[in-house]
T-cell receptor, first 113, second 112 residues
């Protein structure tokens, strides 16, 4: 039981390049989330999903797109990376939407030059 | 809009001290509040979750309290150890919306 895994662990991009971050969970959770964490700030929700085939915007969705084609996977895409998207990205999943804890992946560190 | 603040941003204490970390939130209409631990380069691990109807939760040397009316929560760590060194984050789930709102965290260092 690996929990929540994220790929890649670290990536450097040039401005304007695109990439996809992959999140996978093996706990059969319905709900999945993408956050970003910037220095001195808490985590901020980018997008989330309440089930396979559904996605919704969080607090800071601009510049990102997501897809949940399979229940166990949640993909975060950057179509045209900008330096402001330099951050650490965390994926999380949960069994319920509010009453229980979220389980977090180890994070992906992204540097956009 | 819910805002969550954690004070202090950093704290250094000698081993064995009892300590309190503070979390405040602006909207008292919350569903629950969680405390997380984050080790350098790692993800978050949930420590304690307090439902809005509860006043406190305990796990080992950790005790978290919740005062909704004043918009405050505290995390009490008894007999601190070097292994407690980490960043501690609190997060609030408001009644409105499906999002967790996180504080900026308190970076704790426990010196041997």
């Amino acid at each position: 039981n690996a929990g929540v895994t994220q790929t890649p662990k670290f990536r450097v991009l040039k401005t304007g390049q695109s990439m996809t971050l992959l999140c996978a969970q093996d706990m059969n959770h319905e709900y999945m989330y993408w956050y970003r964490q910037d220095p001195g700030m808490g985590l901020r929700l980018i997008h989330y999903s309440v089930g396979e085939g559904t996605t919704a915007k969080g607090e800071v969705p601009d510049g990102y797109n997501v897809s949940r084609l399979k229940k166990q996977n949640f993909l975060l895409g950057l179509e045209s990376a900008a330096p402001s998207q330099t951050s650490v990205y965390f994926c999380a999943s949960s069994k319920t939407l509010g009453g229980e804890t979220q389980y977090f992946g180890p994070g992906t560190r992204l540097l956009v030059l | 809009k819910q805002e969550v603040t954690q004070i202090p941003a950093a704290l250094s204490v000698p081993e064995g001290e009892n300590l309190v970390l503070n979390c405040s939130f602006t909207d008292s209409a919350i569903y629950n509040l969680q405390w997380f631990r984050q080790d350098p380069g790692k993800g978050l691990t949930s420590l304690l979750l307090i439902q809005s109807s509860q006043r406190e939760q305990t796990s080992g040397r950790l005790n978290a309290s919740l005062d909704k009316s004043s918009g405050r929560s505290t995390l009490y760590i008894a007999a601190s150890q070097p292994g407690d060194s980490a960043t501690y984050l609190c997060a609030v789930r408001s009644n409105a919306g499906n999002m967790l709102t996180f504080g900026g965290g308190t970076r704790l260092m426990v010196k041997p």
